[in-house]
Antibody, heavy 119, light 110 residues
Framework: EVQLVESGGGLVQPGGSLRLSCVAS????????MHWVRQVPGKGLVWVSR????????NYADSVKGRFTSSRDSAKKTLYLQMNSLRAEDTAVYYC????????????WGQGTLVTVSS | QSALTQPASVSGSPGQSITISCTGT?????????VSWYQQHPGKAPKLMIY???KWPSGVSDRFSGFKSGNTAFLTISGLQAEDEADYYC??????????FGGGTKLTVL
């Protein structure tokens, strides 16, 4: 059974850092692109980043480029999102999702982890 | 990258059909057959319903169908059921090698 489990969310002050994790199981982790997508409670989905199977290629939304870094550890079957210089507008539920070709077919999603940026 | 444009809400009665539009640009929807649709119930993760404009993932009902014309994609749900009431989001691959979502459409089954 395919499972994605996020963790690492919490309360952080503006300007602070946080690292999210997404542990994968039930599939060949290195064979899939992985995405991060966020959602402010009550609002819509917003794409954040994607990373290819071996971690050699990444793309980011303009709103997080230069502040967020996506990476992955194939041995641990874990996807990461390092978030620096956090702003209040980064407050959201963050979901990870797997995608066969990286082009939007996100067929499995995690349950999400809430990040709150506030003083 | 601006969000794709979807109607804020649509509604229909059980058994009827509804269609949700998703308008992008020539840099996303218009250039690629890489439009997907997601269903999201309150408090739940999104669920893939359609990918590559008109393909079904395993286990998704064929009451859901998709098509595209120019810069606009469409999701049609036929034979509406109470369980279809949810938020629906379109998503497209873009020429800048990113994804962009629509703002979401709330479907109400009357």
């Amino acid at each position: 059974e395919v499972q994605l489990v996020e963790s690492g969310g919490g309360l952080v002050q503006p300007g602070g850092s946080l690292r999210l994790s997404c542990v994968a199981s039930g599939f060949t982790f290195s064979g899939f692109w992985m995405h991060w997508v966020r959602q402010v409670p009550g609002k819509g989905l917003v794409w954040v980043s994607r990373i290819n199977g071996d971690g050699s290629s990444t793309n980011y939304a303009d709103s997080v480029k230069g502040r967020f870094t996506s990476s992955r550890d194939s041995a641990k079957k874990t996807l990461y999102l390092q978030m620096n210089s956090l702003r209040a507008e980064d407050t959201a539920v963050y979901y990870c999702g797997r995608d066969r070709d990286g082009d939007g077919m996100v067929d499995y999603w995690g349950q999400g982890t809430l990040v709150t940026v506030s003083s | 990258q601006s969000a794709l444009t979807q109607p804020a809400s649509v509604s229909g009665s059980p058994g009827q059909s509804i269609t949700i539009s998703c308008t992008g640009t020539s840099s996303d929807v218009g250039s690629y057959n890489l439009v997907s649709w997601y269903q999201q119930h309150p408090g739940k993760a999104p669920k893939l319903m359609i990918y590559e404009v008109n393909k079904w993932p395993s286990g998704v009902s064929d009451r859901f169908s998709g098509f595209k014309s120019g810069n606009t994609a469409f999701l049609t749900i036929s034979g509406l059921q109470a369980e279809d009431e949810a938020d629906y989001y379109c998503c497209s691959y873009t020429s800048s090698r990113k994804l962009v979502f629509g703002g979401g459409t709330k479907l109400t089954v009357l």
